[in-house]
């Protein structure tokens, strides 16, 4: 596609709920990272695919949290059992393939899943 | 690890007058540097990015910024601001050692008329 598209753009959900936000990267971008950002916080890393293969998930809060890129494009992060903290915008990139990835190209941002736990 | 600062939360100015958001980062490697803006309710977008040539970036809307190694510093200038300028600012540094990028906290830069 042109751009990063994710799905929903906002979605409530009740405490303790399962929740799955999708992410549809430019296509032929190798790379996608997911970041989360807090009111008033910058994006705050949590797991970056490059392929099908997560090569970092060292930003997953904790075990609640899960994300896969089962073919290599399409990427769904997964939370269980939420909680009210989870609530935040979860932005979503890609960048190309390259020796240096997102270095040299910077990344393209989706405009993001607002997600409210009440 | 990576990481970078940004100095001031907030930094308001009059339309016309010099832009200057400041960024420090840390990084063990030569780093990367990045200036993204994210307009209410919008994604983030890409300003402008230093990669190891011209230590003088010129990026959209009018925007530069100079990677200056001696200062561990990339900060983002524009010589007169505009209304249209008001928005949230975050700098982000990666490198060969990271592909993932760590950002900023951010800073909200408000134009007076």
């Known amino acids: 596609g042109a751009g990063v598209s994710q799905t929903p753009s906002n979605k409530v959900t009740e405490k303790g709920k399962y929740v799955e936000l999708r992410c549809d990267p430019i296509?032929?971008?190798?790379?996608l990272y997911w970041y989360r950002q807090s009111l008033g916080q910058g994006p705050e890393f949590l797991i970056y695919?490059?392929?099908?293969?997560?090569?970092?998930d060292s930003g997953l809060p904790n075990d609640r949290f899960f994300a896969v890129r089962p073919e290599g494009s399409v990427s769904t992060l997964k939370i269980q059992r939420t909680e009210r903290g989870d609530s935040a915008v979860y932005l979503c990139?890609?960048?190309?393939?390259?020796?240096?990835?997102?270095?040299?190209?910077?990344?393209?941002f989706g405009s993001g899943t607002r997600l409210t736990v009440v | 690890a990576q990481s970078v600062t940004q100095l001031g939360s907030h930094v308001s100015v009059s339309e016309g007058a010099l832009v200057l958001l400041r960024c420090n980062y840390s990084s063990s490697v030569p780093p990367y540097l990045f200036w993204y803006v994210q307009y209410p309710n919008q994604g983030l977008q890409l300003l402008l990015k230093y990669t190891s040539a011209a230590t003088l970036v010129k990026g959209i809307n009018g925007f530069e910024a100079e990677f200056k190694k001696s200062e561990t510093s990339f900060h983002l200038t524009k010589p007169s601001a505009h209304m249209s300028d008001a928005a949230e600012y975050f700098c982000?540094?990666?490198?060969?050692?990271?592909?993932?990028?760590?950002f900023g906290a951010g800073t909200r830069l408000t134009v007076k008329p």
């Open positions: 982000a540094v990666s490198d060969l050692a990271h592909n993932d990028m760590r």
């Open positions: 990139a890609s960048s190309p393939q390259s020796p240096r990835g997102g270095a040299d190209y910077g990344y393209t």
């Open positions: 296509s032929g971008h190798t790379a």
């Open positions: 695919f490059q392929g099908t293969g997560a090569a970092d």
